[in-house]
Nanobody, 115 residues
Framework: QLQLVESGGGSVQPGGSLRLSCAAS????????LGWFRQAPGKEREGVSS???????YYTDSVKGRFTISRDNAKNTIYLQMNNLKPEDTAVYYC?????????WGQGTQVTVSS
């Protein structure tokens, strides 16, 4: 059974950095596109970034130049390096993979950016 476990969230001041991790177990994910989503209070969940099996990346406009997604297939893990964080980045961050028309989510990790 596939499980995704996020970690690395926390509270930082504006301009700070965090590195999120998402470790997968139960299935090797090296052939799949993996992604990060986030959900702020009172808002819909939105896609933040994704990375294909061959390393092509996507970023939503609001995080371009600040966030970097990467993957380590040997560790079955993806990362999201978040720099120059802004208060509007505050949200619960989820990793995601779609397999055979089914969407899998982790439990989420809270990121709070506040002075």
């Amino acid at each position: 059974q596939l499980q995704l476990v996020e970690s690395g969230g926390g509270s930082v001041q504006p301009g700070g950095s965090l590195r999120l991790s998402c470790a997968a177990s139960g299935l090797t994910l090296d052939v799949y596109t993996l992604g990060w989503f986030r959900q702020a209070p009172g808002k819909e969940r939105e896609g933040v970034s994704s990375i294909t099996s061959d390393g092509n990346t996507y970023y939503t406009d609001s995080v371009k130049g600040r966030f970097t997604i990467s993957r380590d297939n040997a560790k079955n893990t993806i990362y999201l390096q978040m720099n120059n964080l802004k208060p509007e980045d505050t949200a619960v961050y989820y990793c995601n993979v779609d397999i055979a028309s089914r969407r899998y989510w982790g439990q989420g990790t809270q990121v709070t950016v506040s002075s």
